[in-house]
């Protein structure tokens, strides 16, 4: 299985680098940029630069790959916003968007770029205006939340918390300052009063449809095998996490492996739907393993 997996996402990360173009970009569409340049570098959905680059960190890309760094430094530029301190797109009725910003602290810690103060600023503001309601917030139109029903409606969005977890979680705890650990801790609470993935008002139920289907790469959404790959590298032991991790095991198949059950239209495929996928189970193996399962 090692060598396999090794062989696989060699000839993936192979192939994602030669689709990239002499501007360090992938799947750049002159046509949408010039009519949507708003979009640029975030669109088109899943195949542009900042999806790719999270497909790579997914795919545990070497860190070092000199191509890597120009494409990192372009998204930053592009939506790095010094006024707020934080990454933002121009879509004032979705400002702030904490799944971006978790995304980009995700890649600049994953690629080893140098912690910078921009990322310092942008963790101590979701530090201290990142929300964790459960049905009961009316988002005010004033500064910080600007309306942003998307994010902080009367539920904050799951995926923006669950994209916050991931991307603190590889600032290496030595590295965390006491704003970033404060802040992941709230995202695990609210990860676990969820159970990972269902419902807090209706236990019977996922909090979404597409949780508990096993999804590789997560982009912005979060499957419940990525939320529990995220609760053993920080190393969390609980209770909470029970019923996801039968789920989990329940899905293994006769010879020990997982099924790709949603496929996304990435720029590469990485495996087919309903077939064995060596990512997720390299994940889904990860977990159980570490919670002894």
């Known amino acids: ?43 088109p959905n899943f195949k542009s630069t900042l999806w790719t680059l999270l497909l790579l960190a997914d795919l545990k890309a070497p860190a070092n790959l000199p191509q890597l760094k120009p494409s990192i430094r ?24 904490p799944c971006l910003n978790g995304n980009m602290i995700y890649l600049h810690h994953y690629f080893e770029t140098v912690h910078s103060e921009t990322l310092d600023k942008t963790i101590g503001f979701f530090a201290a205006n990142q929300r964790f309601d459960d049905g ?28 916050l977890l991931k991307g603190i979680s590889f600032i290496p705890r030595t590295q965390r300052t006491k704003e970033a650990q404060q802040l992941i801790e709230n995202c695990i609470a609210f990860v676990l009063h969820h159970e990972v993935c269902f419902s ?23 499957d419940f095998l990525e939320i529990l790959w995220l609760l053993a590298r920080e190393e969390v032991h609980d209770r ?35 077939c064995a996928n060596a990512f997720i189970t390299e994940r889904a193996t990860e977990v159980l393993e570490y919670c002894g399962c």
């Open 74 to 97: 372009l998204i930053t530029g592009r939506f790095y916003d010094p006024e707020h301190g934080i990454f933002r797109l121009p879509d004032m009725c979705r400002f702030p968007i």
């Open 136 to 163: 009961d917030f009316k988002t005010p139109k004033t500064h910080p939340y600007c309306s942003n029903i998307f994010c902080y409606g009367k539920h904050t969005c799951y995926w923006g918390v669950t994209k």
């Open 1 to 43: 299985m090692d060598t396999e997996i090794a062989d696989i996402r060699k000839h993936a990360i192979e192939k994602i680098l030669l689709a990239q173009d002499d501007s360090f970009r992938w799947g750049f569409d002159e046509k949408q940029a010039r009519e949507r340049p708003e979009y640029l570098y975030y669109s």
């Open 240 to 274: 909470k996490m029970s019923r996801a991790l039968q789920l989990l095991q329940s899905k293994m198949k006769d010879g020990g492996f997982w099924e790709l059950e949603k496929s996304m239209n990435i720029i590469v495929s990485i495996g087919q739907r309903d």
């Open 200 to 222: 807090s008002h209706d236990g019977d139920k996922f909090l979404h449809r597409d949780v508990g289907q096993l999804t590789f790469p997560n982009f912005y959404k979060s």
